[in-house]
């Protein structure tokens, strides 16, 4: 696609269900992010993708995240037994092979908010 | 733990002037530097990306970077009031930007 495509744009979710958030990245785009920014906070580092590596998941607060992505398609993050603190927006960014040289785009986020 | 420092501002400078904004970072192993421009509500942007010492310029904008003193800075020329935003100095190692909190920067008319 032309750019980072994320789904849905809003999700409203009663605390305690799960939700899930997807993430269609740059065609060709092999290096993935997931990052999470709370409300005038910075970015914060979820998990990473590239290529068929075995992702870096370092960034997850807790096991109740979790992220898929099959290939360098799409990718779902995944929050079970949701509550009030993960209410965040949600961004993905994509870009060739990895950040160390290229440039990563960003989708415009999903806004989660656990009430 | 790999850190990203910026001061949060804000940050504000006339129109015309010149914008100066700074972030440090940890990881001397860093090997490329970002800088993003996020308005409110909106998702990041990139602006700017430095690889080596010295100075890179962009139409108004110039980023600098100094490995020795782990220090980058961008410099926006000519302010104008839409350049107000926040500014986030992203720092790449083997597998992820690491971002800063972030500066606002406002500019006013």
């Known amino acids: 696609g032309a750019g980072v495509s994320q789904s849905p744009s809003n999700k409203v979710t009663e605390k305690g269900k799960d939700v899930e958030l997807r993430c269609d990245p740059i065609s060709g785009h092999t290096a993935l992010y997931w990052y999470r920014q709370r409300l005038g906070q910075g970015l914060e580092f979820l998990i990473y993708?590239?290529?068929?590596?075995?992702?870096?998941k370092s960034g997850l607060p807790s096991d109740r995240f979790s992220a898929e992505r099959t290939g360098e398609s799409v990718s779902t993050l995944t929050i079970q037994r949701t509550q009030q603190e993960d209410s965040a927006v949600y961004l993905c960014a994509s870009s060739l092979a990895s950040a160390i040289l290229l440039r990563a785009f960003f989708g415009q986020g999903t806004r989660l908010t656990v009430v | 733990q790999k850190e990203v420092e910026q001061n949060s501002g804000p940050l504000s400078v006339p129109e015309g002037a010149i914008a100066s904004l700074n972030c440090t970072y940890s990881d001397r192993g860093s090997q490329s530097f970002f800088w993003y421009r996020q308005y409110s509500g909106k998702s990041p942007e990139l602006i700017m990306s430095i690889y080596s010492n010295g100075d890179k310029e962009d139409g108004r904008f110039t980023a600098q970077l100094n490995k020795a003193s782990q220090y980058v800075s961008l410099l926006i020329r000519d302010s104008q009031p839409s350049d107000s935003a926040t500014y986030l100095c992203a720092v790449s190692g083997y597998s992820t930007l690491t971002f800063g909190k972030g500066t606002m920067l406002l500019v006013s008319p």
């Open positions: 993708f590239q290529g068929n590596s075995a992702p870096d």
